[in-house]
């Protein structure tokens, strides 16, 4: 695998592949690498020819009171996991070469921002759309792929790709859980013990919503109160937001008649979670 720590570095290998007529994926990572992660790997590989990671813990994504010092890294470790699942390219930039000093231009993704996650992380949506914006641009990949888990994420890229007209087909991914549910993330090593336990409770209300909807509930205010009984069965669990809204707008869905985004977000202990299901009718 090759390591390319600056952007010109990065930009002259991926044109090399792409003029080669290789078909180039993108996956953009900050790192501390799970089994998530891999799926999305794997799915770039059986995609493109060539397969490209980056690793960037992206401090334009975090609040001030946020986890940036604390994020989990683990490069050695991670660099371990590509080359086992054979990633071509690794992009691993420093804060500085990414974002030159005095940088004042960002992507904002208007209206959907400040939705879902957006509206507790302000800021956060801004960070996401003009890091992965750079990444785009520098990359030049064919194909990108993101998880589902990032639901709001993902529909905020598709609609930056979109306006923006860039030329990248979006791929997302399906939620690789734990065998007990649990979504999995970077932010799962805060957890403790009694925590990791009380967090399964998220995915537990997302199931609760799934058979209900099956059983043919469609007002999403009952579907919603019965979730958050579900919730506050976990007392240390604090919710942010439980919410049922389309899938493109992120704006609540007044009526189940097409799909919609089942999201939660709730701080387990110290750590903020997040989790979601998509409901088809
Ligand atoms: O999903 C993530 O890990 C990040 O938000 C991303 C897309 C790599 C941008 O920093």
Do not use: W
Request: net charge positive; hydrophobic share 40%.
């Amino acid at each position: 695998m090759k390591i390319c720590k600056t952007i010109d570095e990065m930009r002259a290998t991926s044109r090399a592949a792409r003029h080669s007529g290789k078909r180039l994926g993108l996956v953009p990572t900050m790192g501390a690498l799970h089994d998530g992660h891999l799926s999305l790997m794997r799915a770039a590989k059986s995609k493109c020819d060539a397969v490209a990671a980056s690793i960037f813990i992206n401090p334009l994504q975090f609040g001030p009171t946020e986890d940036l010092a604390k994020y989990p890294r683990t490069f050695d470790h991670d660099v371990q996991m590509l080359e086992k699942e054979s990633v071509d390219i690794l992009f691993a930039p420093t804060p500085v070469e990414m974002y030159t000093p005095g940088a004042v231009t960002y992507v904002t993704v208007e209206g959907l921002s400040d939705k879902l996650c957006g509206k507790s992380r302000p800021g956060h949506f801004r960070g996401v759309a003009t890091v992965v914006a750079k990444l785009f641009h520098i990359v030049e990949p064919d194909v990108a792929f993101f998880g589902q888990k990032d639901a709001a994420q993902a529909t905020i890229i598709r609609r930056m790709v979109r306006d923006l007209n860039l030329p990248i087909e979006i791929a997302v991914c399906p939620i690789v859980r734990e065998p007990d549910g649990l979504a999995m993330s970077s932010r799962n090593v805060y957890l403790s013990p009694q925590d990791r336990k009380s967090a399964t409770v998220l995915n537990r209300s997302l199931i609760e919503v799934k058979q209900r909807f099956d059983q043919g509930e469609r007002n999403p205010t009952a579907l919603i109160k019965a979730a958050k009984k579900i919730l506050a069965q976990e007392p240390t669990v604090r919710l942010d937001y439980f919410e049922i809204v389309d899938p493109s707008t992120l704006d609540p869905a007044p009526k189940l008649t097409g799909p919609a985004l089942v999201a939660v977000a709730a701080v387990v202990g110290t750590t903020r979670l997040i989790d979601n299901i998509l409901l088809q009718p």
